[in-house]
Structures are given as C-alpha cells and as structure tokens.
C-alpha cells in the first residue's frame, strides 16, 4: 500500500553516517537512527573513548556505559523501502500505477507528467489519482465531466455556489437520500458524503468539498502507516510474552534450588524447630505463587491486547479493501487514530533469591535459641503464670539506641519539593518553587538531604512512608553530582532503598537488587555503621529486617530522602521523619 510521500523528504531516510537511505535501520537509546551495519562498524572502530568502555551516538556524542543492544526497527524498515518504491518511477510499472488505458493518456498528455523530483511524490501517482475520478462512473464518464466537476470544485472554494452539475451516476453509486442524486463529492468540514446539488446548498457553503473517489483513496493510502504499527506492536507484544513466560520457568527452577537450601539449613536445627521450618518454607511458596500469579496476569492483559491489535488489523484490512467508501468513511475516525497501548517495556518478572535472607534469619534464631536456653534454670524456679514469657528483639532494640534527630536542608531540595517550617516532612508538588539555584541543590531528580552528615558511629532514624506508592530512603555522599542526570549505586556515593509501584523493592546496585518483602512497611528504619560501612533497612511495626549492605563510606554521608513525583495525587503523600521510641 502506498505511502503518501508528498509529506516526506529523503532526508527523513537517509543514515548520517553512510549518507545513503537507510538498510536495515537501527536506533540509539537516544533516539537516532542509523544503517546497522554503519553504526556497528562505528563502534568497533572509533565510536567509543579511547581507554574507556564507553559508546557514543555518532550525532549527538551521547555516552553509554555498556553498548546498547540494536535491533531492527520494522516499521522504519518498511516505510523507507517504501518511500524507495515511490522515489523511484522507474521501478513502477504502466500496469502497477493505473493500467495500459492510463499509461497510453499520460503519453498522449505529456503536461500531466512533469519531472519528478527526488524525494517528492511521483507524478505518476497523482496522474493516477486523475484518472481514477476521470473513470469514477462504469459506463464511461467523458472527460468533460471531469471539467465541469473541477470547475465545481474551484467555485465551491471561491465561497460561491457551484454551476448547475448532472453527472452520469454509476450503477452502484449511493443516492443523495434528499435529492436522489449520486453521493459523488465528500464534505471534509462535515465527514459526510454528499451529492452535487448539496454542495451548492447553503448548508456547505464555504466547506471544503473535494471528490469523493479521490479522497477515499487517499485515505486508504494512509492506512498502511497504521497497519504497520499495529503489526510492530504486535511483534513486540508476542516477544514480550515469550520473555515473561521464560522467566516463569526460570524461577520456578530458581525457586526449587532455593527450598532444597532452606530445606537443608533448617534440618540442623532440633525437632522443636520444625514449626518454623514448616512456616519458611509456606514463605517460599506463597512467593512464588504470587510472582506467578502477577506473571500470569502479565500474559492475561498481553494477550488480551494482542487480539485486540489484531482484530483491529484485519479490521484495517478489510477496509483498505473494502468499495463501499460509505462504509469506510464512517469506520474510518474510530479506526485511524493509533490505539492506547501501554509500555511494556519495563515489565518483567523477577528471580526469586531470599536464601540470603532466610539463611541469616536461620542463624538469628539459632543465636537466639542458645541465649534462651541458658535462661532456661532461672525460668523453671519461677511460679507459672498466665501471661506469655516476654521475648524482646534484641536487634530493633540495639539499634533504635542509636536514634538520631535528623533534620531535612532546604538547600540541598529540588525545586518541587516543600520542605516543612521544622524540617520533618518532604513533599512533592505539581509546580517549581522560585528557589536560588544553588551549587548544592538537586535540580532534576526530585530529593533532599538531611543537615546531618556523619564520618564515624553508628547512626539511626525512622520515616514514615505510609500507604506511598513510590520513594527513595537511605545514605548520599556529599560529593555526589546534583545537577542534571544522577547515577546512583554504591560506586556513585548513593546508599538507598527504593519502592515503586507499591509492591517492587530494590536496593540501588548496579544493575539493581531486587528484593521480596513479605511484609509491607509502613515505617522505615534506617540503621548505619561508618566504621564497618554497613547500611541496614527495618520494617518497624513488624520488627523484620528488609535489607543489609556492607562496603564503605569514603566520604561524609548524609541521610537521603525522595518521596518521588505525587502521580497526579496517586502518590501525593510526604514522608515524615519520625521520633524513635525504644521498645522495652
């Protein structure tokens, strides 16, 4: 199906590099395109940092740590071989642009065929066009109708009415239902199709009336755009579930491993231990049938919006086929804008790994059960009593000893960023504050330090997170970077935990750790070491422990806050610093 390439320059095709148009193109995660063969060779010769493992886009000089994988764009594919089939008349063929009848019309007209110019719509194409409405009727319209239709036409744009105008009417054509005369012409100002005594009534004057046939092929020459897309989005869809579905049968694989680890730790324990073993393992099993059953629903919705890209395919293609231009005038405005898809590029299902966790959960206990034992000859010469035998948390209590008053630094905020009078709430709003742009102050990713900075000790402090969406909770260097776009990990100088879209838990690594939190905080403690460079995550109310990181703190450390954007009030919540109770 043709494009329509009076809207396109060859330019839009043409690679930077080779300055030929495009073969197979690819694109950077920057957005420009390229020959995979041109930007490959790029890359393995000159297109990287001397010394360093960094890639360049070849236009804008974006750099990338790693070198971005290339795939195909099939719809830029198609549309530049295309737009190559249009560029070149000599590729189309008498019969393929309107038959032997139009060729010899076109020999017998040389005016209709100007020079075609590069990278501009054939003439041959448009001649077409002509001669389609010249031949709109079955019995053979003479081509004076056509005159006196054109002539129509350019009274109808002068804003004047139209001259008396009877056209031979095709044996198929539909009526006017008022004045019983074909629907000839279509109302581009109304969407309607409509006869010649109608465009000279007052109800279209000064409309913008063209031929029916005409337009109807024009509009069906743009449903091949369409129709690309959808078979892109269904491409990648179909991928997308052949990924979740691999990574099902990979973690049921990892899921069996890390049971027969548990499995194992927890046997060494004695017989009044196998409860717990018992609710471990439920643990595990409960985990995996909920990743499950989100990958599942992943596959449900994909697939759902597989049949229906399809169904709207074949629903483009039997109109692009279709002779009742009625019909296909009326379908066409639900059909022609491209459809809502959402961004799958992101979605994934992650590898179950908690046998660290419960591993150091295991050793906990046992730690635990040597210190009741020893108790043990004092609790048996106590009298019985109806109350249960207290066992405080020796963990949350040690470290809530270390309890800080960490307050936030304006200074330091993004510009949407409120900041409460005392300094224990952060908020993010829809607008920018008029704030100075200072050296210290975050100015794209929306977070804030706290004044306190430490060197040394051992430091804690609790935040309220509530019912919150999305946040960022932990440590910053204070010589990290602050303007424009932020790395963050470790090796960066950030220590933080990360919630987003309410159930995903990840620890900033790079690339990130993922982490299965049975239990949904809504009370985050924040436990450091300087010295042992350890950083550990609570869940307060629970009293469990989310996550633990061991490496350095090179430099003084600031407490880190980001409550992230409100998601049009979905996550418009603060995060509030909290006094720390010490729990007897």
Not at 76 to 97: H, R, S, V, Y
Not at 168 to 194: A, Q, S, W
Request: glycine share 4%; proline share 7%.
């Amino acid at each position: 199906m043709a494009l329509p390439s009076a809207f396109l320059s060859e330019d839009q095709f043409t690679c930077s590099i080779c300055l030929e148009m495009f073969n197979n193109p690819v694109s950077t995660p920057c957005g420009h395109s390229f020959c995979q063969s041109c930007l490959s060779s790029y890359w393995d010769g000159g297109g990287r940092r001397q010394g360093a493992k960094f890639y360049q886009c070849p236009l804008c000089k974006e750099s990338f740590s790693k070198r971005p994988e290339l795939h195909i764009s099939r719809t830029l594919k198609e549309i530049t071989e295309q737009f190559k089939q249009m560029a070149n008349p000599d590729t189309q063929t008498a019969e393929g642009i309107g038959g032997g009848e139009h060729h010899s019309l076109h020999a017998q007209n040389p005016a209709l065929c100007p020079p075609t110019r590069q990278g501009e719509m054939p003439e041959s194409v448009f001649a077409e066009m002509v001669e389609r409405f010249q031949g709109m009727t079955a019995s053979g319209m003479p081509h004076q109708h056509f005159s006196q239709s054109h002539q129509a036409f350019q009274t109808q744009n002068n804003h004047d009415p139209p001259p008396p105008y009877s056209p031979l009417l095709r044996y198929d054509m539909p009526l006017c239902p008022i004045h019983k005369t074909g629907l000839e012409f279509f109302c581009r100002t109304d969407n309607l199709c409509v006869c010649s005594v109608c465009v000279g009534t007052a109800e279209h004057r000064g409309h913008s009336v063209v031929p029916a046939e005409r337009e109807w092929q024009i509009k069906k020459s743009q449903l091949g755009i369409h129709e690309v897309e959808l078979k892109e989005l269904i491409y990648e869809r179909e991928r997308k579930v052949e990924e979740i579905r691999s990574s099902v049968r990979e973690m049921k694989a990892a899921a069996e491993i890390e049971t027969d680890k548990v499995v194992c730790a927890l046997t060494k324990l004695i017989s009044t231990m196998e409860y717990c073993q018992y609710k471990i393992l439920e643990v595990i099993k409960t985990t995996v049938q909920a990743a499950e059953s989100r990958a599942q629903s992943f596959l449900k919705e994909l697939e759902e919006e597989i049949a229906a890209l399809k169904k709207r395919s074949s629903t483009l293609s039997h109109l692009a086929v279709s002779d009742d231009y009625v019909l296909f005038f009326s379908t066409l405005p639900a059909l022609s804008t491209s459809p809502q898809a959402k961004d799958w590029s992101n979605v994934s299902v992650p590898s179950v790994k908690i046998s660290e966790g419960i591993l150091r959960t295991v050793n906990q206990m046992m730690e635990h059960l040597q210190q009741e034992m020893q108790k043990l000859p004092e609790v048996c010469q106590q009298s019985s009593s109806d109350q249960p035998y207290p066992r405080p948390n020796p963990k949350v209590k040690r470290v809530q000893e270390y309890a800080e008053d960490i307050t936030l630094d304006p200074s330091t905020a993004h510009p949407r960023l409120f900041i409460s009078a005392d300094g224990k709430q952060v908020q993010c709003s829809e607008h920018y504050q008029l704030v100075p742009d200072n050296p210290e102050r975050f100015n794209r990713v929306v977070c804030v330090l706290a004044h306190q900075g430490f060197t040394s000790g051992r430091h804690y402090w609790e935040v309220d997170v509530g019912n919150k969406t999305d946040w960022d909770l932990g440590l910053a260097s204070r010589s990290v970077i602050r303007k424009g776009k932020i790395p963050v990990s470790p090796a960066h100088g950030y220590w933080f935990l990360s919630l987003r879209d309410g159930t995903d838990y990840a620890f900033r690594t790079d690339p990130s750790t993922n982490l299965t939190v049975a239990v949904r905080p809504s009370r985050v403690g924040i436990y450091i070491d300087c010295d042992k460079g350890l950083v550990s995550f609570y869940n307060v109310e629970a009293k469990l422990l989310i996550y633990t990181f061991t490496g350095s703190f090179p430099d003084t450390i600031h407490p880190f806050f980001s409550p992230c954007t409100n998601k049009s009030g979905q996550n418009e919540a603060p995060l509030v610093i909290c006094p720390v109770a010490v729990t007897e």
